[in-house]
Each structure stands twice: as C-alpha cells, then as structure tokens.
C-alpha cells in the first residue's frame, strides 16, 4: 500500500511562510489530480488547493493569492507554498491523490499552527 508522506509544517507567526510537501512511499500510476486539504479544530475537512493531471489549478477563495499548489509529476511530489499566513490557517494539512480508476490516497497530515 502506497503511503502519502508529508512534511513542512509548523508555527509561524502571522505574516509568515510555509512550503509543504507530499511524496508517495512508492509509484501511484495514472494520476488524475493532487491536492492539499485542511482540517481544523471543530471544522468539516475543505479543499484548500488542487492540480489536475493537465496542470490546471483550483484554489479556496480564502487562500487565493497567498497559496500556490505545484506538483513535480517525475516524482508525483506535491508542493504548497504558504505565504502571508493568518492565524485563521491554522489547521492539520493533509495531501491527496485521485486516480483515474477512482482509487484515493490521503497522507496522515501535517499540523500547520500561525500564531497572531
């Protein structure tokens, strides 16, 4: 079983910067979109920031501008550069991959904490 391994997070203070970072332990094939989602205490689980398999991207409105999503498709690493964190980005990150044939991977999270 391929496992999502993360890394990257921490505290920071309000204003600063982030980079997380996805890497499967093994090869996933046929990819059809990676993304990053977050959780935090008390809240339903949301899409944060997403790339299809043909490099499109989707952002939350509330971290557009701030966050950029890429992906390094030899490895099938996944990025999400974090600038301008506000404290209400606090929350356990989490990567995500879909397959074309419906399979779902997700990675045990990275815990992200901006201090105000």
């Known amino acids: 079983q391929v496992q999502l391994v993360e890394s990257g997070g921490g505290l920071v203070q309000a204003g600063g910067s982030l980079r997380l970072s996805c890497t499967p332990s093994g090869r996933i094939f046929s990819i059809n979109a990676m993304g990053w989602y977050r959780q935090a205490p008390g809240k339903e689980r949301e899409l944060v920031a997403s790339?299809?398999?043909?490099?499109?991207?989707n952002y939350a409105d509330s971290v557009k501008g701030r966050f950029t999503i890429s992906r390094d498709n030899a490895k099938n690493s996944l990025f999400l550069q974090m600038n301008s964190l506000k404290p209400e980005d606090t929350a356990l990150y989490y990567c995500n991959i879909k397959t074309f044939y419906s399979e779902e991977y997700w990675g045990q999270g990275t815990q992200v904490t901006v201090s105000s």
């Open positions: 790339v299809t398999n043909g490099g499109s991207t």
